[in-house]
């Protein structure tokens, strides 16, 4: 059964620091994985897909990489800005099912303080 | 275009009374999935349909929950003999299927829903 862990749980830096957060799973047979962003009180809104068969995805001043073999992902922000405070959560796609069902981690919540 | 919309907002309920939560997936999209997040934990499976067919409800918690999507567009997940237990925020999502290959496209999120039972 695929477990996904974030760490830290919750994480609190000044303005301008660059952070990384971590995913990891406990089976690497996945499709991809993906981090999402969850703002307080809203739904979830995707950050970065990587498909299996990739490394890393780049979106601005967020770097998601990937390696199966070791069953980690980091999220790397860099010069962290308050608008990034929200929790972070990875999700995992099994690739045991036809469709995409997929396994979240529990989430880092982030502050990042002005 | 719209997003996904879920209703209600927020739900208060006694101890055993029957909740229904709605959801109003992207128009079009095929696929739909109900989620459960407790605090302070990412979202758990629940279920999956795919058009009106629920393919997949093995993450329901009980019998007491149920799940419907009769017409391939709006679904209701329902709660009977709503439990303390089951306070959470419910979430759903759709995703469309890439024409070519078949395979899904990234979800996209409601609001939720969130429940607290008394």
């Known amino acids: 059964k695929q477990e996904v862990t974030q760490i830290p749980a919750a994480l609190s830096v000044p303005e301008g620091e660059n952070l990384v957060l971590n995913c990891s799973f406990t089976?690497?047979?996945?499709?991809?994985l993906q981090w999402f962003r969850q703002d307080p009180g809203k739904g979830l809104t995707s950050l970065l897909l990587i498909q299996s068969s990739q490394r890393e995805q780049t979106s601005g001043r967020l770097n998601a990489s990937l390696d199966k073999s070791s069953g980690r992902s980091t999220l790397y922000i860099a010069a962290s800005q308050p608008g990034d405070s929200a929790t972070y959560l990875c999700a995992a796609r099994t690739m045991k099912t036809s469709y995409d069902k997929v396994i979240f981690g529990p989430g880092t919540s982030l502050s990042v303080i002005p | 275009g719209a997003g996904v919309s879920q209703s209600p907002r927020y739900k208060v309920a006694k101890r055993g009374q029957d909740v229904a939560l709605r959801c109003d997936p992207i128009s079009g999209h095929v696929s739909l999935f109900w989620y459960q997040q407790a605090l302070g934990q990412g979202p758990e499976f629940l279920t999956y349909f795919q058009n009106e067919a629920q393919l997949d409800k093995s993450g329901l918690p009980s019998d007491r929950f149920f799940a419907e999507r009769p017409e391939g567009s709006v679904s209701t997940l329902k709660i009977q003999r709503t439990q303390q237990e089951d306070s959470a925020v419910y979430l759903c999502?759709?995703?469309?299927?890439?024409?070519?290959?078949?395979?899904?496209?990234?979800?996209?999120f409601g609001p939720g829903t969130r429940l607290l039972v008394l």
């Open positions: 089976d690497s047979a996945i499709y991809n």
């Open positions: 999502a759709s995703s469309a299927i890439k024409p070519k290959t078949g395979f899904q496209e990234t979800q996209y």
